[in-house]
């Protein structure tokens, strides 16, 4: 079992900047991947990045490729995501969530792939 707690979120003007941390429990962390996703109000929940178990792999979706980036402090149990350039469009409740399958060497983009999730944490960016 993991047990994940996102924090970090907040109000940012446009152009600025938020790091996300996700705390984690449990002995399984360092033997898998992690990944960040987001929802908007009225829009599915879609994946924003991810990290391989050892930091080996990262993945990020097209819309935050340059600005965001992940990485994971496995001695600590922690995940985080710096964003940086924010944009009014990624609003969102962003989500910390654990792949379900140790044995993947890589990292997966697919909702389905992730087994536990966080209860998320509010990103407002104003214009």
């Known amino acids: 079992q993991v047990q994940l707690v996102e924090s970090g979120g907040g109000l940012v003007q446009a152009g600025g900047s938020l790091r996300l941390t996700c705390a984690a429990s449990g002995r399984l962390f360092s033997s898998i991947s992690m990944a960040w996703f987001r929802q908007a109000p009225g829009k599915e929940r879609e994946f924003v990045a991810a990290?391989?178990?050892?930091?080996?792999?990262?993945n990020y979706s097209e819309s935050v490729k340059g600005r965001f980036a992940i990485s994971r402090d496995n001695a600590k149990n922690m995940v985080f995501l710096q964003m940086n350039s924010l944009k009014p469009e990624d609003s969102a409740t962003y989500y910390c969530?654990?792949?379900?399958?140790?044995?993947?060497?890589?990292?997966?983009?697919?909702?389905?792939?992730?087994?536990?999730w966080g209860q998320g944490t509010q990103v407002t960016v104003s214009s």
């Open positions: 990290i391989s178990k050892r930091a080996a792999y990262t």
């Open positions: 969530a654990a792949d379900g399958n140790r044995f993947r060497i890589g990292t997966s983009p697919k909702i389905g792939e992730y087994d536990y």
